[in-house]
């Protein structure tokens, strides 16, 4: 066995007595070990799959993020590479009882597997009688005879619209005049005749339910025109996520600025540093990127570009795999473990580029030389539940710089950390200030909520400046976006006699009204209640609502545009498995004027007719207790703009506001980054804030208030001690309770040099080590998150 082993190959170790566990192979040395060694039952593979550079950055992730490199492991290697005792496995769909192919081991799981349908590995150990399993699973797994059973689940299945065209008999302007003939007895058919020419002029197909609804025929009627031979029903697929069919001017020449900004991010490049693009939203920044990405999979290396969010960016995807065909591929949370663990052998090969979220930062790349990335200042990019806790904007740059690629990272409003970086040099700035086709930038204006408010329709969240602009953009044939920034109906359900507001069981948190449902949610656990009629406090009568989300803007919108066609993007109208794709499908198609949504409109939505924007209320997000709120509302509301006008002619947006002269506000309405970077720089460096300063935040959690409270003054008492002033708390957080844990914080601030950082991390390692072992503390978690968010 000792001859075969590499590193970087799986093995099979064995823990306690029953629990094997898939483990890699990091180093072969002769030292005697300090602990007690467990011995490598089985090589499992036959080649690494894991490389050198990936151990590399697993290890500078554990240390950066004051993990276990167990845990990046854990995150990193997707569940078919990583079988343990528990591990479920299924007879394949495909396999037809041909046993030739098997061995004799093969065959006896299969056997079993027809009987049983599922079973476990300790099962599997347990048949063969053999303490040893992993290789032979393997083998079963890469031919397709056995699944993991998590990946039997449905796989998705294209959408198919019907639609309606000419049978090839009517394809002349003279044959379709003849046609009216033949339907001149039925009102309904010529009706539909009529509006098929109508709809002809500026669609490229033409829906069955358009045909129906416009003329209100009945799918009966297009049937019987279907019988006499003027038309024909066809199915026709639209892509998972929604792709504009039409043009996306990648195939044109590239502007100026395009090849100013070419020739400045290789400039930055030749002088080894990232080069950061800062673009308007529609600069053309897309296709900035996909000239370099040609250029580095002509020199046959690979390229890696990274997104914050998958599926709320199906146009991107659609258009790199337009422009570099298969030789990219999709890393996204719908794979199954089979196809997760094919692009993983063929990036390991060195053949495959990848477009991903930040899970794709560990493919094992063997040729990386570019990577990208996109809307670098997204908060998507940060994880936070489980360890590790890592940003992968930060991690992508560490991993381009250690394979030697370069690095681009674009977005039109970029992070503070980003423009610090540039500022002190270590990145290169590059600037695209105009949209493409000189399309103006969006006007935007502020409507006054409170002194709408007493006047017109005096409705609390309309008002009438925000009601009159997205009539006449309906009326000019234009679709309109909202953006709120919460879901549900009411965020507070309250007593009207003595306020008592009804919170979760499990958090310190209100829970929303959802409509719909009739239900009481909480946002942070899922917990679910039926609204109580009266008062559990006091017996009051009365409950009421409070606050506004998605839902009932788009409730009592409807009482002002009876007939608009409206519907709601959030976290609970996507939540099927087609249903964003669908619903961004039917708003592209043009079957809705209206999309109210929570930030998920903000992203990368990119749709010819979008000719305004609301911003319902700006003030709520300007008044989170968190010190990145005013970049998050910045960041969000010139996002949100952005998809206003895109494309033939400038877009309106209208921000509604109480506080209409807050200074973030004035920025987003001067489109003025510059002033707002330099002002929030400014209360960042004043009040110790990060990029200036590196946060660690430390969270104590326990299901007992006064044990969490007991563990968190015990270790800050043991820091403080070393940490002086950079030591802030403990503190109770102002969501004091979550998912039944009870939660205190502590928040330390270092000089962003590394130095001092490893120092903090030992001595709170240290720390973190002693509460561990403290009696009647021991249950007390301590959960470590650098840089958080
Ligand atoms: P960004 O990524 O900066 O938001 P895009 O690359 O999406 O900008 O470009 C905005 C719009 O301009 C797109 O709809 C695209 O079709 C168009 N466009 C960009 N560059 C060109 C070009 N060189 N020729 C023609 N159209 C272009
Ligand atoms: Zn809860």
Redesign the pocket.
Known sequence: MVAQMKTGLRVEVQFGRNKHYTGIVRELHGRTPTYKVKPILSVIDLEPLITERQLKMWEWMAAYYGCTVGEVMSAGLPSHLKLTSETIITLGPLFSDDATQLDDREYMIVEALTLQSQLSLKDVRDILQKKTVYPVIRRLLDRRVIFLQEELQERYKPKKIHCVRFSPAYQTEAQRIAAFDLVSKSEKQTAVLLEYLQLMRDQPFIKRADLTRRTGASAAIIKAMVKKGIFELYEHEISRITGAEG????A????EQ?VSALTQVRGWWEKGQPALVH??????????YLELMQARLDAGQQVLYLLPEIALTGQIVKRLQRVLGDKIAVYHSRLNNMERVEIWKAVLAGKLSVVGPRSALFLPFTKLGLVVIDEEHDSSYKQQEPAPRYNGRDVAVYLAHLHGANTIL?T?TPSLESWENARRGKYGLVS?PQ???GIAMPAIEVADLREENEKGVRHPFFTPTLLNEIKATIERGEQVILFQNRRGFAPVYFCSTCDHTIECVNCDVSLTYHKYQHRLRCHCCGYAATPPESCPACGGPEMKLGGTGTEKIEDELKIFLPDARMARMDADTTRGKNALGELLARFELGELDILVGTQMVTKGL?FEKVGLVGIINADQLLRFPDFRADERAFQLMVQVA?RAG??HRQGKVIIQAMEKGHPVIRDVIDEDYHNFIQREGRNRAEHRFPPYVKMINVQFRHPKRNKVEEGAKLMGGWLSHHLGDTLSGPFEPSVARLRTYYLQEMVIRVKPDGKELGRVKALLQKAVDQLGKTEGLTGVRVVVDVDPY
């Open positions: 043009e996306t001017g990648d044109f020449e590239l502007t395009q673009g308007v939203t529609g600069s053309g920044k897309t296709r900035v674009g039109a695209m949209r493409f086709g990119d952005g895109r494309k």
